[in-house]
């Protein structure tokens, strides 16, 4: 039986072992949202969608293994900002550049699009689109302003900027990062948390990583803490299983702040050990719609999906 701990009691936990700060996602990490995806899709309302997904995730996996591009941020970049405690892969000030458009480039060339005439649009339309619209586009998708780039394209590049940025992640010769000013804040990008992962084995049991939403960067930060304003008063779990299952056994919960008015979703693995983030955020739509409905902010973004689209 789990056991359910202050933050204080994590906190001294964690500090008994020599725990990692961050993790690195897998050398599969895309193949196996593949796989997830196509799981989930199984009856699921929104399977046309997670198959879509699933087929993008699928062309990541290509790229990763096969990089279209051989840039990567040089050592003295690198240098500057572990010095500085900075992010040394600034989503901000990288896609400014032109390198992560090579992903983009290759993913619209080995995608096939499936029959829908939405998707195939989707893909005419970034496809003759030039290089300074792309990044005005993806500028726009990576500061949360939606109304900025056609909701049909952000799966696509919400794609190519996760590769081009797992793949950079997956170079770094130094893994001695520091944690942000906001414990959402990805140590490696910069980019914010698309949710939080609760491990289940060995000394790490019960501890929580966030989950880039951007590089797929997990770091930790104790658990019982909102993210975003950092309180622990108040904080209540609700998950789409509240009918049929009790909360603390659902794999998936929402974690809602009462003093920001926010929400989190956090997955157990204790509960289910082969979920993934990704996929399993975008099979919860409808607690997102829930909370919506009753007016509790999601802060947290999913590249591959735009607030109110498809």
Known sequence: MSQTLE????????GAY???FLYLPPANLFALRAARLELLAEGHPLAD?????AALCRVQQDLLDQPPSDWVPDSGRLEVCRQHGLPPLAADSLVR?????????????RFQPLAQDHVKQAVARLLSADEGQRKAWAISLLSGQYAGL?????PFLGAALQTAWSHWLLTLSFTDLKPCDSLGQCPACGSPAMAGVIRHRGKYNGLRYLVCSLCAC???????????CEQSKGLKYVSLDDDRVAVDKAPLRAEVCPGCNTYLKQIYLECDAEAEALSADLASLMLDMRLDLEGIQRLAPNLMLA????
């Open 18 to 20: 020599s725990l990692p």
């Open 218 to 228: 997990e770091w930790h930060v104790v658990r019982v803490k909102c993210v975003y």
């Open 7 to 14: 933050p204080e009691e994590i906190q001294a936990q964690a």
């Open 97 to 109: 550049e032109a390198h992560w458009q090579r992903y983009l480039e290759a993913l619209l060339q």
């Open 307 to 310: 607030p109110g689209g498809e």
């Open 49 to 53: 969608y997670l198959r879509l997904i």
């Open 150 to 154: 056609p909701a049909a394209v952000v």
